[in-house]
């Protein structure tokens, strides 16, 4: 391992685009705050071997770029290295070691071998510091599979840069607002397999389980709304989600999390958080892959294969598919699931400037015994239960089934000024065929009677969702600084249908004490449509970052927003929003105190519609508020740690509340009232990263509170105080990890049985995992994890239609895997 780097001056990865843009091949902008990435998108040549080269003379930057794109190597350096420096260029017969000298030929640079393909760039022993401009910033990776920031196969916990917040590739330290990234590495050591499971991990982010398909996510005290893919803007109508939040994460590089208001991007939206799913990337130029089989508690089986290969002799055309299946069995009575996913993705280089990918990802779910709702909180008496955690409500038959197809295609074009264009189209299918039973009401405390079937119900949901992505960026000099422009537009149109079939015939459901899931399906009559709804939004953003001083960045940024929206309830009320011409604005200050420190303030305005309604029947005005944002990062140890500690303050009027004890006129639905002045505040804290070379760690903290104008708590029953903790440590061939995620207690007001009001909380609680792996050969390894080490009971959800859900218990999982 490289422990030598040079300490970041300069802000790291934006100009490195500035600098090295002007090449002619695509750059791959890899973390410099990592361990040595290790080099799978290349060939391997012997420094002996020698090759024909024709490179012509120019910029170093560039003409080590086109060098290391046909030679087959990586090249780590840093932009500010090459700034101002030519090369000879190259021709004739080479070998790896004379070329390098040859290109370097009078620039008082060297590079310093790494591993089997890759070098590092760095000032030679004659030369200086003033030549140089020594103090500079972190590498960055040229290699001519475009640009981006994988996080696979570095076995890091930080990453370089990002673009959920503002396009504008900028590291974490850059970026002014409070960003967790949960890497690849994370993923396969913690295990997590479903977005759901990475949420969980996310520092002030937690999740509530409504059914066995179906979380909901939050943040500061407010919903989470806002998702990307790839950084594209997607949407889900909670009511309707099937499976989303069960998102399998195997063809996922990274997720990217921003706390606070995201509406620069993602145009409306609750100021919690924005969740970015980043895609594996088709980048190598050998045949690469992996095959997994694992099996765990509850029947738990699941096989995985993920193969990369070039698909001509250059490797400018490159391809990669992904595969998943998973059968396994539940802690919850009757409760089964089958998934299987698919990933297959196209990459090729149409120019030495221009990358297109295409692609198709498709997760299938295909659970049974699937739960609607959750388990009754009260006797009939108003006295409390006790349920087992495998007691379930469902039945043998029903199903939550839903397939999820993506296909998208975009192109990127770097010119030799630095310009990059970038358009994208992403197509998202979303079908669910949902058998469902709904049991309500409170059972007898001698004899378990009392229940019904209040919702035997077969729903068939359909999805699609059309995305046009098309930005432009551009990095420029003025006033003797670097600068950068983005200007995109996004459109999203998304078409909802629901369909219904009623039951016919429903058994009684008897004792809720005796009830096994054995329940006989329903008749059922004739299909009809239920509810259908339209959304449409155009957005239009331009954003730019300005030098106005060496250590002083200013990032600001607007969007234009017309959002329209119509449909049908299911009692046939329909509806109809729209709103044109909402600007959002953004801004952002960033100061880097010195080479490690830098603080920052940021501002946003807050728009989110909402389709609540009173108690007269009335919709509720949209959420409208500002969100205010300040902290300190830092990056320690050359790069390799990220730490935040970030304040927060958001304030927004017409928080959709409920309001105990009314309905919607005509409906079941709750009604709710508009809370003002209502105000979340607090802080977070995060460190990630490899504090040694064997070391890798993760801590986190959140803590807030949100009131509305008078005082009153609102959202309680969202924990006010998160903690999360892993760490890996590994020795030779053993790798041992473990952790902690704890939560503090949370609650909801329902009417009781005897229409008495009651406070429903959840108690903090902490859930420890340990994982350990072993390398029994450098191709084959062993992982075992085992998760909620000491067995809490906890819920997963308390208050949800006056019911509730536990969570897991104890589980293991043992996974062996081998790459090749």
């Not at 009757?334 to 090729?348: D, Q, R």
């Amino acid at each position: 391992m490289q422990t030598t780097l040079s300490i970041p001056k300069r802000t790291p990865i934006v100009r490195a685009i500035q600098r090295i843009t002007g090449s002619s091949r695509h750059l791959l902008l890899c973390s410099a705050l990592l361990m040595p990435v290790t080099a799978y998108s290349t060939n391997t040549y012997a420094e002996t071997v020698t090759q024909s080269y024709a490179i012509q003379a120019g910029e170093l930057g560039s003409v080590l770029n086109l060098f290391a794109s046909q030679a087959g190597v990586n090249i780590y350096f840093d932009a500010a290295l090459t700034r101002g420096l030519q090369s000879s260029g190259l021709t004739g017969e080479h070998s790896i070691d004379s070329a390098l000298q040859q290109l370097l030929q009078g620039t008082h640079l060297q590079v310093v071998k790494t591993s089997g393909d890759s070098y590092q760039l760095q000032v030679s022993s004659t030369g200086t510091s003033s030549e140089v401009d020594s103090v500079t910033l972190s590498p960055v990776q040229v290699s001519a599979t475009g640009i981006g920031n994988t996080t696979e196969g570095t076995n890091s916990y930080t990453s370089g840069s990002m673009n959920t917040a503002t396009r504008l590739g900028l590291s974490i330290r850059e970026t002014p607002q409070s960003v967790s990234v949960i890497t690849r590495q994370m993923i396969d050591d913690m295990q997590l397999e479903s977005l759901t499971d990475v949420v969980n991990t996310v520092t002030g982010v937690t999740s509530s389980n409504l059914d066995s398909s179906r979380n909901s996510f939050s943040a500061r005290g407010f919903g989470i709304d806002n998702y990307q893919i790839d950084g594209v803007p997607t949407t889900w109508e909670a009511g309707w989600a099937a499976g989303e939040s069960q998102m399998d994460t195997v063809i996922y590089d990274r997720i990217e999390v921003v706390r606070g208001a995201s509406g620069l991007i993602s145009g409306e939206g609750n100021p919690s958080a924005a969740i970015n799913l980043v895609r594996k990337k088709a980048d190598s130029k050998e045949f690469t892959g992996y095959a997994s089989i694992s099996a765990g508690s509850w029947d738990r089986y699941q096989g995985t294969v993920d193969i990369s290969t070039p698909l001509n002799e250059s490797g400018t055309v490159r391809g990669r598919l992904v595969g998943s299946y998973l059968d396994e069995r539940s802690f919850i009575d009757v409760l089964e699931n089958e998934k299987s996913v698919f990933y297959g993705t196209l990459a090729a280089d149409l120019t030495d400037n221009t990358l297109m990918n295409v692609g198709i990802s498709q997760q299938q779910n295909k659970p049974t015994g699937s739960t609607w709702g959750g388990l009754p909180i009260w006797f009939s008496d108003g006295g409390r239960t006790d349920w087992s955690r495998s007691k379930t409500n469902a039945a043998d038959w029903t199903e939550w089934s839903s397939t999820h197809t993506n296909y998208f295609a975009n192109v990127e074009h770097v010119f030799d000024s630095g310009l990059k264009l970038y358009a994208g189209y992403s197509k998202n299918i979303n079908d669910a065929d949902l058998r469902l039973i709904f049991l309500s009401g409170y059972p007898d405390r001698t004899t378990g009677l009392g229940m019904t079937t209040s919702g035997p119900t077969w729903y068939d949901v359909e999805r699609e969702q059309d995305n046009i992505d098309i930005y432009g960026s551009l990095p420029f000099d003025f006033a003797g600084q670097s600068h950068e422009l983005t200007v995109g537009f996004l459109h999203s149109k998304q078409d909802l249908i629901t369909e219904r079939r009623p039951r016919l015939n429903p058994a009684p459901v008897g004792s809720f004490y005796d009830w096994d899931g054995s329940y006989p399906e329903p008749e059922w009559g004739e299909k009809t449509t239920y509810t259908t709804q339209k959304t449409k939004q155009v957005g239009g953003y331009a954003v730019a970052r300005l030098t106005l001083a060496d250590p002083l960045k200013l990032i600001l940024g607007s969007r234009l927003t017309n959002w329209e929206i119509e449909g049908m309830k299911w009692n046939g009320d329909r509806y109809n929003f729209d709103h044109h011409q909402v600007v959002t604005p953004y801004a952002g200050l960033i100061y880097e105190i010195n080479d490690i420190y830098s603080t920052y303030v940021s501002y946003t305005d807050i728009f989110n519609p909402q389709d609540a309604q009173d108690r007269n029947g009335n919709y509720l005005d949209p959420l409208e508020g500002e969100n205010y944002e300040a902290g300190i990062k830092a990056e320690y140890l050359q790069g390799r740690v990220n730490a935040t500690f970030s304040v927060f303050r958001i304030e927004q009027d017409n928080l959709a509340q409920a309001d105990t004890g009314f309905l919607v006129p005509g409906t079941t639905s709750q009604a709710s009232v508009a809370a003002e002045g209502t105000t979340s505040k607090g802080f977070e804290v995060e460190v990630s990263g490899a504090i040694t070379e064997n070391w890798n760690l993760l801590v986190g903290w959140s803590q807030f509170q949100t009131e509305d104008a008078d005082g009153t708590a609102v959202n309680t029953n969202y924990p006010r105080r998160t903690a999360t903790l892993f760490t890996t440590y590994r020795m030779n061939q053993l790798t041992l990890g473990g952790g902690v995620n704890w939560e503090s207690s949370n609650y909801t007001m329902a009417t009781n049985p005897l229409g008495q009001a009651e406070k429903l909380k959840q108690d903090s609680y902490a859930l420890v995992r340990l994982m350990a792996k072993y390398q029994m050969t450098p191709a084959l390894s062993a992982q075992l994890n085992i998760n909620n080490v000491f067995d809490e009971k906890y819920y997963t959800n308390i208050g949800f239609y006056s019911q509730l859900a536990y969570g897991a218990p104890r589980n293991a999982n043992l996974t062996l895997k081998y790459d090749f």
